[in-house]
């Protein structure tokens, strides 16, 4: 959809919960075809996450998936027409808009549930926090080029994760006034996500580690939150109290955002990107006996 000109025109043109359905639709019944071997992946790694589910549950679940993606794709185009309160709720929005007015630096810790891009864009539309988000483009130029036009246009500065990233954002979040930073934490890296860590023995790396060294130096909060899709182009945002670093350990720390975000995931599988970039049950014994323990207690 994204290097598709002519679609993605015809995405903004049509009304913007008819655009996702579209998106939804075609994913689920026309990308889902061709994509067996992601779909298998997510088949697998589903059943580990989620064993109480019987077959014919997980299998709607699976369904439920593909609408998610296509969907979230094809409101990339609608992004600004989806970010007000038709179409996102807010849990406790009175504390949430409180946590907002905090005067240091804030880090805002997501994963890929829900449309993560319309969550960065109405976080952007609920402050006047100067922000910036960091991402991985794809490999596709034409689609990488698209996607940096867009999410500049509702997530405010955005940079790739480059090897000069970090200084770009310590200056950031050093040098602005209540600067924010949204930044997604379940990188996928050798067919394994390396956060949350579900019952796994993992230290923190990647944008999680990068995190938590910038929220020592820059003086920040965390603030873990989400975006799960109720119906159709509708949300829910909920989040979790802001997390100091400053006066809490490393270790605890770490084990209220992963059992935030952790989670988030396994309740939102139906949403969640990653399930079918990984294979949890090759190299998770740990995951399998965790999430076995946690269904019989």
């Known amino acids: 959809m994204l290097s598709n000109p002519f679609l993605f025109t015809l995405l903004r043109i049509l009304p913007a919960s008819l655009a996702s359905w579209l998106g939804g639709w075609l994913s689920a019944n ?6 067996k071997l992601r779909d298998e992946r997510a088949r697998r790694n589903l059943a580990v996450l989620r064993p109480e589910l019987d077959q014919a549950t997980q299998e709607r679940m699976l369904t439920r998936r593909w609408f998610n993606l296509g969907r979230t794709m094809a409101e990339l185009a609608n992004v600004d027409r989806l970010v007000n309160d038709r179409h996102v709720t807010i849990a406790d929005e009175a504390a949430y808009r409180e946590a907002l007015a905090s005067p240091r630096p804030m880090i805002f810790l997501t994963t890929h549930i829900g449309n993560w891009d319309l969550l960065a864009a109405h976080l952007k539309a609920s402050t006047d926090r100067p922000g910036l988000g960091v991402y991985d483009p794809p490999d596709n130029a034409a689609q990488a080029a698209m996607l940096k036009r867009a999410r500049e246009s509702y997530m405010g500065e955005a940079i790739t994760g480059s090897s000069g990233a970090a200084r770009a954002i310590l200056r950031h979040l050093s040098e602005k006034e209540r600067p924010m930073l949204y930044i997604l934490v379940d990188e996928r890296r050798d067919r394994q996500v390396w956060f949350p860590r579900f019952g796994r023995d993992l230290e923190p790396s990647g944008n999680l580690s990068i995190a938590l060294r910038l929220a020592r130096r820059s003086n920040a909060r ?76």
């Open 222 to 297: 965390f603030l873990p939150f989400t975006l799960a899709r109720t119906k159709g182009a509708h949300f829910h945002l909920d989040w979790h109290p802001p997390l100091d670093p400053k006066a809490m350990e490393e270790a605890e720390l770490l084990d209220a955002i992963d059992a935030y975000l952790g989670k988030a995931c396994i309740d939102h599988a139906d949403q969640w990107l990653a399930l079918h970039d990984m294979d949890l049950t090759a190299a998770s014994p740990a995951l399998v006996a965790s999430r076995s323990e946690q269904v019989a207690g």
């Open 30 to 35: 026309v990308a889902r075809r061709s994509m």
